[in-house]
């Protein structure tokens, strides 16, 4: 990609130079690419039906932190015997000091070896710099994790995959409310090539459909669906987490934002206090979760150096400090006693543990979170209030459990259920071709 086409999907560049209206024939010549792609991926799946030949789904994968949002609908996918389901495992730019996205150093988060045993191709080659044509895996429905084409090598942009494969995108959090935030979330450069969007509940097809407008004309079909992350989350076995090394000790999960320029993250401002409240009460232990991006974000920034990064991972390595940054959180979020937390989509999951939940709001900073669970929460401003709701918490007082069991079932309510369900039939009546428009 050369550099005009890189910085284009800078989302604040794109923004401006769509609003001086200097994208319109960018717009119209991908509208053009977009039906012509449609109706040839279209015949193809008219053909296959014809001769019984396989649909091919393809799961573009970098982060094994984010599988939880679409495996429910990779493993329904691998049950039916219209499709082969495969994964495509590569690793990803990330920003770098000084030079921000502009180069072309891309790391693993692990993908490969999480994905061992699937049916999982790998999708770059460290040794020669070589990226795997994905046309030679002939996918007709491609799902990616995340929406970001700026994190992605030429081949890999959804520009160029949709022009042979459907490209379907489910959320990689769960909507907590529409904010400055989901705009980020949400870039136009990728939302424009979506073949299909499967929306949380109304308010996210509302948002997406004005999001998509903005873009020009597009061919993306958006279906409610709600989030198969949350189904059955009430069922799930509470299971144990080894980090945890004392038994019957007071447990705390710490979920902090990844960058501070929203001035919503607490990070810097609580980490020294909360260290100094675990080790001042006994039989008390803490994990500290960070978000995947963070460390990346914060020595690109130059809020923590290498050696800072190190001191941290040395102090939360300890018997009543631990860093976790598996794959799984769910063991670590049913064997807590308590979430700390800023704007993260993490809250919404940990409702259904029944657990409390400290959410600290930056001076009222983080106030763009859904409304139908705010009540559940104990929303703090200041670290002297989240030291002393500790305290009660420790002592067994919990005045909104209540609150929060029906924030959580009403929150259930209003965002459907059986998404799972819904996804993988919208895309099997698209297959077979009687899908309604």
């Not at 042979?164 to 959090?173: G, P, Q």
């Not at 989030?227 to 987490?241: K, V």
């Not at 698209?430 to 309604?436: N, P, Q």
């Amino acid at each position: 990609m050369n550099i005009a086409d890189r910085l284009i999907r800078v989302p604040y560049v794109w923004k401006t130079l769509h609003r001086t209206g200097l994208l319109k024939i960018r717009e119209r010549r991908d509208y053009e690419r977009l039906l012509k792609a449609k109706r040839e991926i279209d015949e193809r799946l008219a053909r296959k039906r014809a001769s019984g030949e396989k649909v091919n789904v393809l799961f573009i994968c970098h982060r094994p932190a984010l599988w939880a949002n679409l495996r429910p609908v990779y493993e329904e996918l691998k049950k039916d015997p219209l499709f082969r389901v495969r994964i495509l495992a590569v690793p990803q730019r990330n920003k770098v000091k000084g030079r921000g996205w502009f180069h072309d150093r891309f790391e693993s988060e692990g993908a490969e070896k999480f994905w061992t045993g699937e049916d999982c191709v790998r999708g770059y080659d460290e040794k020669t710099g070589r990226w795997l044509d994905v046309r030679t895996l002939e996918p007709d429905y491609v799902f990616y994790q995340q929406p970001y084409n700026i994190a992605r090598p030429d081949c890999l942009l959804s520009s160029e995959v949709s022009r042979y494969a459907k490209v379907l995108y489910l959320t990689y959090y769960i909507l907590f409310g529409i904010d400055a935030r989901t705009e980020q979330d949400t870039p136009v450069d990728f939302m424009r090539d979506l073949s299909f969007y499967f929306a949380q509940n109304e308010e996210d097809r509302r948002y997406m459909e004005g999001r998509l407008a903005i873009g020009g004309p597009n061919i993306c079909r958006i279906r409610v669906t709600g989030h198969p992350r949350l189904e059955n989350m009430g069922q799930r076995p509470a299971g144990e987490c080894a980090l945890w090394r004392r038994p019957g000790s007071f447990r705390i999960l710490w979920t902090p934002r990844w960058n501070t320029r929203e001035g919503n993250c607490h990070f810097f401002s609580y980490r020294e206090p909360l260290v100094r409240w675990c080790g001042s009460h006994e039989n008390t232990e803490m994990i500290f979760r960070p978000h995947p991006q963070a460390f990346r974000e914060w020595r690109s920034t130059g809020e923590m150096t290498e050696e800072q990064e190190k001191a941290l991972r040395e102090e939360f390595s300890g018997e009543c400090l631990h860093l976790d940054e598996s794959a799984d959180f769910y063991p670590q979020m049913f064997s807590s006693d308590v979430l700390v937390a800023d704007n993260s989509s993490m809250i919404v999951d940990y409702y259904y543990t029944g657990k409390p939940i400290i959410y600290c709001t930056a001076d009222g900073k983080n106030d763009g979170f859904e409304e139908m669970l705010m009540p559940g929460l104990y929303r703090l401003n200041t670290w002297e209030e989240v030291d002393r709701q500790l305290d009660e918490l420790r002592e067994g007082k919990d005045p909104l459990r209540d609150v929060r069991a029906e924030c959580a079932r009403r929150y259930r309510e209003a965002n459907g259920d059986d998404s799972t369900r819904k996804i993988c039939d919208i895309i099997r009546a698209d297959a077979l071709g009687s899908a309604a428009d």
